[in-house]
């Protein structure tokens, strides 16, 4: 029986609480009275008893296809009574199970832990590696579909053409032969693509992947990272709270991202037209920042207002109510 389904038998209350889960070690059987030996028993005891019920039971001494199956299975049995019991790391796991039925989660955990044999380290090793492959490659999934997205905006397009021919003037251009214009047209996207990557600032979740953005080097890197950011509050506190000094634009900024309550890669994507906004109405400030707030709400609310779509949902809920409901609503 698997573990899932032991996991399930166990959450609708079959067994939870007796001395034998099913599914582990000698299942709802007592693996020293299957060898008829008790917890006292010596590991030479135990031997000597499974040697003697482990001939008496082996399959090849029977004979008949019934006897033979049955002697088959009681084999089975005893003999997984006896891999539990005569290794002293699985005997006081199992003792332990007998002793705290109620911790039937750690039982599974010790169980399959000890079967499996596989080392924890190595566990968090392989997660971590699968977490910076995937994250790599999430995030340089992300940056193709910006790039493929700008390519199809005619403002970016018609720039990177005219940066193109540009470039192009002037120069003497070698002969390539006869091109098909699926040919010329690869190349002109090929190029295209190329000015775009050199020249567009894309940040936010679609920025360029970096290196320092995998987790392993993130890890790598953590004391000098926790160095940094107690390095950086400390100077924070003594430059701003006891001496007082004004705030430069980086201080600025960073107050308005916290003000807002965006994480640095969404404050990075934000148009550089918002960002000189912020700071023109000095966002900074707690007060400033209040009002400003206030105003956007009333904007959001104002435009719902005027949305038909919210018009007719509002006109909905006046007759209706919420909880009326109809296949022809």
């Not at 796991?93 to 599974?108: C, I, R, T, V």
């Not at 209040?290 to 509002?314: F, L, T, V």
């Amino acid at each position: 029986m698997d573990l899932k389904f032991c996991l399930i038998f166990c959450f609708f209350g079959h067994g939870c609480f007796a001395h034998l889960l099913q599914g582990l070690y000698c299942g709802l059987d007592n693996c020293y009275e299957l060898l008829d030996v008790t917890r006292q028993s010596t590991k030479q005891e135990i031997a000597r008893n499974y040697r003697q019920l482990a001939k008496k039971y082996h399959p090849d001494l029977h004979k008949g296809e019934a006897d033979k199956k049955v002697a088959e299975e009681k084999f089975m049995i005893i003999a997984r009574a006896y891999e539990t019991l005569r290794d002293e790391g699985s005997r006081a796991d199992y003792n332990y199970m007998l002793d705290n039925p109620d911790e039937y989660y750690s039982h599974y955990y010790r169980y399959f832990k000890r079967r499996t044999k596989i080392d924890v380290r190595l566990v968090v090793l392989v997660c971590i590696s699968i977490i910076s492959i995937v994250q790599y490659f999430s995030r340089k999934q992300r940056y193709e579909e910006a790039i493929k997205y700008f390519m199809t905006v005619p403002k970016y397009r018609n720039k990177a053409l005219e940066i193109i021919n540009q470039s192009q003037d002037g120069v003497k251009k070698k002969p390539k032969g006869k091109l098909s214009k699926g040919e010329l047209k690869e190349e002109s996207e090929k190029n295209i693509r190329k000015i775009l990557e050199e020249n567009l600032d894309i940040q936010g979740a679609y920025a360029k992947p970096q290196i320092t953005d995998i987790l392993w080097v993130q890890i790598i890197l953590l004391p000098y990272t926790l160095f940094k950011y107690v390095k950086w509050n400390l100077l924070w506190i003594y430059n701003f709270n006891i001496r007082m000094k004004p705030y430069g634009e980086e201080e600025q900024l960073y107050l308005i991202r916290k003000n807002l309550k965006m994480g640095i890669n969404q404050f990075k994507g934000i148009e550089p037209e918002k960002i000189s906004d912020y700071l023109r109405r000095k966002l900074w400030i707690k007060k400033n920042y209040n009002i400003w707030k206030e105003e956007q709400e009333e904007e959001m609310k104002r435009q719902m207002a005027d949305n038909p779509r919210y018009k007719a949902y509002r006109r909905y809920m006046k007759n209706h109510g919420p909880g009326r409901m109809t296949f022809e609503d």
